[in-house]
T-cell receptor
Framework: RKEVEQDPGPFNVPEGATVAFNCTYS??????FFWYRQDCRKEPKLLMS???SGNEDGRFTAQLNRASQYISLLIRDSKLSDSATYLC???????????FGKGNQVVVIP | EAQVTQNPRYLITVTGKKLTVTCSQN?????MSWYRQDPGLGLRQIYY???????DKGDVPEGYKVSRKEKRNFPLILESPSPNQTSLYFC????????????????FGSGTRLTVV
């Protein structure tokens, strides 16, 4: 089983709609969880950390489900500028070593 | 400005010609790492360094070397590049982990697109 698994999509989303996707991780001892955003051919950038109680940053909401070993990202009121690949990131082998999922590609359609 | 700087941004080279991709960070981060990104395979770790003079293999180290003589620099060396090393490379850095399995987030460089012909 891969360390971090994501459905690559693409997720075609009408502008203004809500989109949500999950990623699953294999190491039950993982302690750190993040969502990164990557635009085409550019470097990944931290979107948000994911906390046990769930957290929100504007139109973005992240949740962690430790029992089922998945994290989720929800984007409300999608904007054209939200079109990107969203990478699920988990530390799978102890401090500092982060494992990256292959990403969920989101395409927001006018 | 806090950043990770990679050079060059683009490089086309021939098989067997040694090359070095430089990476430098100005955030006093202990941890640095190299990744390659290929279509359908995602980001895969090549090498990482927990601190000066401490380096270790990641998931795909074959064909690569690194060194960490200074805290700010972490060059990636391809002694004899081959076409299967054509890829998009990212350097990343972070603060050291706080212990207990908690990892800080990474800051990435802008990437180096390498083509080996």
């Amino acid at each position: 089983r891969k360390e971090v698994e994501q459905d690559p999509g693409p997720f075609n989303v009408p502008e203004g709609a809500t989109v949500a996707f999950n990623c699953t991780y294999s190491n039950s001892a993982s302690q750190s969880f993040f969502w990164y955003r990557q635009d085409c051919r550019k470097e990944p950038k931290l979107l948000m950390s994911v906390y046990s109680s769930g957290n929100e940053d504007g139109r973005f909401t992240a949740q962690l489900n430790r029992a089922s070993q998945y994290i989720s990202l929800l984007i409300r009121d999608s904007k054209l500028s939200d079109s990107a690949t969203y990478l699920c990131v988990v530390n799978s082998r102890g401090n500092n070593r982060l494992a990256f999922g292959k990403g969920n590609q989101v395409v927001v359609i006018p | 400005e806090a950043q990770v700087t990679q050079n060059p941004r683009y490089l086309i080279t021939v098989t067997g010609k040694k090359l070095t991709v430089t990476c430098s960070q100005n955030m006093n981060h202990e941890y640095m790492s190299w990744y390659r990104q290929d279509p359908g395979l995602g980001l895969r770790q090549i090498y990482y360094s927990m601190n000066v003079e401490v380096t270790d293999k990641g998931d795909v180290p074959e064909g690569y070397k690194v060194s960490r003589k200074e805290k700010r620099n972490f060059p990636l060396i391809l002694e004899s590049p081959s076409p299967n090393q054509t890829s998009l490379y990212f350097c990343a850095s972070s603060l050291a982990g706080t212990g207990g399995g908690v990892s800080p987030s990474y800051t990435f460089g802008s990437g180096t697109r390498l083509t080996v012909v």
